[in-house]
Each structure stands twice: as structure tokens, then as C-alpha cells.
């Protein structure tokens, strides 16, 4: 069985680019058939709604208007250090494209976690108080369910991915 699996992966690598943004590089075509044989998930089919999280990081995702969705995070440092923002995003293959008004980050999605930059805008710091920041924020999916990504609060009670 697994001799059939690696062979799969081989041939499948050597075929002709993925359509669906590939860059042709063998590292792209190995992905491309480790997504086909089941063996890591397909960011481009994965469902994004639903409630993520990663120890106190929480991360809600519900369907907004047209092709927005909106998204709510929260990062807690304890001791009155944390983050908390409300705003909108949209999806491209692996990309999350957030917006949390004058914040504008571009997550990276696998098919299984959602992990933000490294660095971050200077105009996420607003979002934040003492010495946390919404940088490297990583978290993966706990429930799809839409009423517990709704259910999402912020530091002063308010929805943060609505009601």
C-alpha cells in the first residue's frame, strides 16, 4: 500500500502544473499531490466558518455580505494585556485578506490553521493594549458552528462577529 502511495505522489508531482495558482516548482507539485492523495488538506475546500482557537487566542469566522466574511480575534496576555478586533475578510487559495478598519493583514490558511504575519501594520497597535500584539497569531479550527463563531466576545462584551 504504501509503495502504491509514493508512487502516486511521483507521478502525480511529475504531471503538469495545478490551474489553480501553482507555481510549477517541485515543492509546488508535491503539495499539489499530497493534496490529491487525501494526505493534507485542501485549504481551497476547507470550511472557514466556525470558531478557532490556540491556548487564550480565539478566532471567529461567520459568512458576511457578498464575498466578505466577518472576522473576530482575540489575543490575551493576562494582566490587562491583549487584543481585540472586529472587521471583515476575504479569501484567495491560501490568503485570508483581514480587515480590522485601518488594520490590514494577510493571513496565511493551510487547510487546517490560520497564522498571521510575523509583523503587523503600526495600525493594528490600536487594537491592542500593554504589550500584545495580533503578530504571529495562530490558531486552528475548534467548531464550524456558526452560533459558537457568533458567540465570540470581546473585552468589553460586544460580538465581535456579530449577532
Known amino acids: 500500500m504504501r509503495r502504491i502511495l509514493a508512487l502516486t505522489l511521483m507521478v502525480t508531482a511529475c504531471g503538469p502544473a495545478d490551474p489553480a495558482g501553482n507555481d510549477g516548482s517541485a515543492g509546488a507539485a508535491l503539495e499539489a499531490a499530497a493534496v490529491t492523495a487525501g494526505l493534507v488538506p485542501d485549504p481551497t475546500r476547507a470550511v472557514l ?10 478566532m471567529c469566522i461567520v459568512a458576511g455580505s457578498g464575498r466578505d466574511l466577518r472576522v473576530g480575534a482575540i489575543v490575551d496576555y493576562g494582566e490587562g494585556a491583549g487584543c481585540a478586533a472586529s472587521g471583515t475578510a476575504q479569501r484567495s ?5 483581514i480587515t480590522f478598519g485601518a488594520c490590514r493583514i494577510d493571513a496565511t490558511f493551510d487547510g487546517e490553521r490560520i497564522v498571521f504575519p510575523a509583523e503587523v501594520p503600526a495600525a493594528c497597535e490600536s487594537l491592542c493594549t500593554g504589550r500584545a500584539s495580533l503578530a504571529a497569531l495562530d490558531v486552528a479550527q475548534v467548531s464550524e458552528s456558526v452560533s459558537e463563531a457568533r458567540a465570540l466576545r470581546g473585552t468589553t462584551g460586544q460580538a465581535l462577529c456579530g449577532s
Do not use: E
Not at 49 to 58: A, I, P
Not at 93 to 97: C, G, K, S
Open 93 to 97: 487559495t491560501d490568503t485570508l485578506a
Open 49 to 58: 466558518t466556525g470558531l478557532w482557537s490556540r491556548d487564550s487566542d480565539r
